[in-house]
């Protein structure tokens, strides 16, 4: 008995059952049946176009491919998982609408250029709509730095007290990675938008081929240079899920954070009652569950960038099945990357700042140390030996259970005589964020001219 596969020709079995479910694609990459019909339109326009088919046989084909998008998003097609594909299925549902015409859609075309097609499409599409996500919460981290340019919080380093900024230089900092994350994804896409079509099953096509017709038709800004790379690259998968990965480093940075503020020895923030859980058995609990899955799903995007680098790693030229494994990976990367996106938007948005707790947080630690420090620098004294002075006089302030506010000018003077009255003018948090008046720095002028910069970002890209 022959194979019915559309490519079984020159085979005399069927394909065994668990070896054809175990070969299908099907239930994964049916999510590209937009891109697939996109790319089969342009393909059919142009064999059209250059006299390979007949202009009638291309619009037959590129109406009845309309069609069969349309019975797709209504559910009314049953995709068939011998078919093997999404580029496969359609093919046969055109050919079971219009016979021998729909047949003629494959002239000159190879489902490893289809497949990277589609595949470079989606990724562009997905670049786009990941960036327009980052940019919303950007819209949000903005809006909290404005309202809180003057809220003093203890800056950390090793998760020790280290120096006093503001509740708006911080959320300004996570502004930076987002905006480096839609620099990254921007640059990415440009490698992404390049057309493979035309590479054939690895050596070109042997027709008169309008390339670049195509390419222009599918908004990609260029071709591909050399046909086994074109059906055999999936760089700018790797590239992609390595920019989801870096997002997803950022957002869980971000809520370590979160998850730290909101217990009840931080108690910066409150987190929102429609973002939080509660316990099973303890009554008084209030989670930050959302915090903690976008966290934890950090590594499943990490996962997803492992996968498609071990799946090319030994690869030889051209296409080899493996690459099939590249479709999961970069859907559920992106999927993972989307929702923690949304939900992150919304949690941030929500979350109530304590100023008096941040505030009071800056006046612990001797956050203002460093100050005393310089202090005495623009006295004259050299910096490591003003280093060694306000430690000593920290160790002092220590003992005593004060912060260098509350030292008298007598305990300062113990220490050095070089200490006068004017030191009470810089030991304070807001007078130390006042005086980092530089260009990146804490002060209200500094900070007020970087949300500025930062809405001027989100309004020119």
């Known amino acids: 008995m022959k194979n019915k596969k559309l490519w079984g020709g020159r085979f005399t079995k069927e394909t065994n059952e668990a070896a054809n479910s175990f070969h299908s694609s099907i239930s994964f990459d049916k999510r590209l049946y937009k891109q697939d019909i996109e790319g089969s339109k342009a393909h059919a326009e142009m064999l059209g176009k250059q006299g390979i088919i007949s202009n009638d046989d291309a619009n037959l084909i590129i109406s009845t491919l309309e069609i069969i998008k349309s019975e797709i998003e209504s559910g009314d097609v049953l995709l068939d998982e011998d078919a093997e594909d999404i580029h496969m299925n359609i093919e046969k549902l055109l050919i079971g609408k219009i016979g021998e015409t729909g047949k003629r859609l494959h002239t000159a075309r190879s489902r490893n250029d289809q497949v990277a097609l589609d ?30 340019v ?27 990675m987002f905006r480096r994350d839609c620099e990254r994804l921007g640059d990415c896409r440009k490698r992404a938008n390049i057309s493979p079509l035309g590479s054939g099953a690895l050596a070109g096509a042997p027709y008169p ?85 976008i966290r934890g799903k950090s590594g499943r995007v990490y996962g997803s960038l492992i996968t498609i680098l071990t799946v090319m790693k030994g ?22 990357v989307c929702a923690c996106l949304s939900v992150f938007e919304g949690m941030i948005s929500t979350t ?15 956050t203002t140390a460093t ?40 305990d300062y003077q113990t220490v050095s ?35 500025l910069e930062a809405a001027g970002f989100l309004l020119e890209n």
């Open 315 to 336: 690869l030889p030229l051209a296409y080899n099945k493996d690459m099939q494994e590249d479709k999961e990976a970069v859907f559920d990367a992106v999927d993972t």
């Open 417 to 451: 005589d070089i200490f006068d009255e004017t030191i009470y003018e810089v030991v304070s948090p807001q007078a130390s964020v006042e005086a980092k008046n530089v260009p990146g720095g804490t002060s209200g002028q500094s900070v007020r001219a970087a949300i």
């Open 119 to 148: 595949m470079r499409l989606y990724v562009v599409q997905q670049s786009d709509e990941i960036v327009s996500l980052l940019k919303k919460l950007m819209r949000v981290l903005i809006s909290i730095a404005t309202e809180h």
């Open 209 to 293: 081929l309008d390339r670049k017709f195509v390419a222009a038709k599918l908004g990609f800004d260029d071709i591909t240079r050399n046909s086994l790379d074109g059906v055999s690259d999936r760089d700018f998968c790797a590239e992609f899920i390595f920019c989801l990965s870096l997002i997803m480093t950022h957002l869980s940075r971000f809520c370590e954070e979160i998850i730290l503020w909101a217990t009840n020895e931080f108690g910066f923030i409150e987190l929102d009652d429609s973002y939080s859980t509660g316990s099973s058995i303890m009554p008084q609990k209030k989670n930050p569950d959302m915090a903690e899955l």
């Open 352 to 366: 109530v700042f304590h100023k008096h707790v941040l505030e009071k947080g800056a006046e612990g630690g001797f």
């Open 371 to 410: 100050d005393a420090a310089d202090w005495l620098v623009r006295k004259g004294v050299p910096f490591r030996d003003a280093h060694e002075i306000v430690g000593w006089l920290v160790l002092r302030a220590a003992k005593d259970h004060k912060t260098l506010s509350e030292l008298t000018i007598e």
């Open 150 to 176: 003057e809220t003093v919080m203890p800056g950390y380093t090793h998760m020790q007290k280290a120096q006093p900024i503001t509740l708006a230089h911080h959320m300004l900092a996570y502004f930076e």
